[in-house]
T-cell receptor, first 111, second 113 residues
Framework: SQKIEQNSEALNIQEGKTATLTCNYT??????LQWYRQDPGRGPVFLLL?????KEKRKERLKVTFDTTLKQSLFHITASQPADSATYLC??????????FGAGTRLAVHP | EAQVTQNPRYLITVTGKKLTVTCSQN?????MSWYRQDPGLGLRQIYY???????DKGDVPEGYKVSRKEKRNFPLILESPSPNQTSLYFC????????????FGQGTRLTVV
């Protein structure tokens, strides 16, 4: 069955550093990959979408890469700030199919 | 403002007492879905709807029902809630699933005792 793996351990980094989160998947060939931010007790908020034929996508301090050979996406936050502390979810889709979510990685940015 | 509205935000109920969680979106989206979120398991899809009067099971549909009589509304119905349905529930909508962003509601924290 389809499986999405994100680091279950929390990621702790110092303010100003680059945070890198990983999303690996198996038994799937997604056409689209999305990243969401979720704060405690609140609904996920969309950040970025990348297509299978795109290698990289950027939005302000955020960068996403998508390697369909490695079956992996990396999500980078540069110049991280304490306000970036949240759980980040990776989600995959085959196009008109449902969106499948990973369990998320909790990021803590320390001053 | 584009939004998905769920109600109630918090609900404590007893086993077997039927309840409905409402969901409404104001973006004219065709695709709507319900998820439950449990620690360590992430978001799991319960039911989804591609359009009015079209609904289908997600990954964990047992014990739940939905309806889509109007495009904007997608209520989640628990006919006979049980303690294992204690969870955080989210409704989401999107123009087209997967290739466009999903908008989520604020969540409903349900406790079944």
């Amino acid at each position: 069955s389809q499986k999405i793996e994100q680091n279950s351990e929390a990621l702790n980094i110092q303010e100003g550093k680059t945070a890198t989160l990983t999303c690996n998947y198996t038994n799937y060939s997604p056409a689209y990959l999305q990243w969401y931010r979720q704060d405690p007790g609140r609904g996920p908020v969309f950040l970025l979408l990348i297509r299978e034929n795109e290698k990289e996508k950027r939005k302000e301090r955020l960068k996403v890469t998508f390697d369909t050979t490695l079956k992996q996406s990396l999500f980078h936050i540069t110049a991280s700030q304490p306000a970036d502390s949240a759980t980040y979810l990776c989600a995959l889709s085959g196009g008109y199919n449902k969106l499948i979510f990973g369990a998320g990685t909790r990021l803590a940015v320390h001053p | 403002e584009a939004q998905v509205t769920q109600n109630p935000r918090y609900l404590i109920t007893v086993t077997g007492k039927k309840l409905t969680v409402t969901c409404s979106q104001n973006m004219n989206h065709e695709y709507m879905s319900w998820y439950r979120q449990d620690p360590g398991l992430g978001l799991r899809q319960i039911y989804y709807s591609m359009n009015v009067e079209v609904t289908d099971k997600g990954d964990v549909p047992e014990g739940y029902k939905v309806s889509r009589k109007e495009k904007r509304n997608f209520p989640l119905i628990l006919e006979s809630p049980s303690p294992n349905q204690t969870s955080l529930y989210f409704c989401a909508s999107s123009k087209i699933t997967g290739s466009t962003e999903a908008f989520f509601g604020q969540g409903t924290r349900l406790t079944v005792v």
